[in-house]
């Protein structure tokens, strides 16, 4: 049983940047995909992007490609994403989840565990 915490959410003016912070416990940290959602009020959750159990693949929604990345520590247990140019459009509940998987994925529906999720809010 994985579980998953995130923290470094917060209130940002456009513009500006935060990083996401989701440490794992419970588990073997470096047989899991990794992978980050966000759910606005009023939207279905939907996915950001996604890492690889070795960190060297990464995939991204086309909404923040360029802007965020994501990375991870296996070491710490850890995996983070960098949110850069933030706009109003990226406010929402940011969640971390985890998969047993040996191959990264976007389907929420393939993620075993997932954290209580950490606010994101971004003003004009």
């Known amino acids: 049983q994985v579980q998953l915490v995130e923290s470094g959410g917060g209130l940002v003016q456009a513009g500006g940047s935060l990083r996401l912070s989701c440490a794992a416990s419970g588990g073997t940290f470096s047989n899991h995909v990794m992978g980050w959602f966000r759910q606005a009020p009023g939207k279905e959750r939907e996915f950001v992007s996604t890492i690889s159990r070795s960190g060297g693949s990464t995939l991204y929604a086309d909404s923040v490609k360029g802007r965020f990345a994501i990375s991870r520590d296996n070491a710490k247990n850890t995996v983070y994403l960098q949110l850069n140019s933030l706009n109003p459009e990226d406010t929402a509940v940011y969640y971390c989840?985890?998969?047993?998987?040996?191959?990264?994925?976007?389907?929420?529906?393939?993620?075993?565990?997932w954290g209580q999720g950490t606010q994101v809010t971004v003003s004009p």
């Open positions: 989840a985890a998969a047993r998987l040996k191959i990264r994925t976007s389907r929420p529906d393939e993620y075993a565990y």
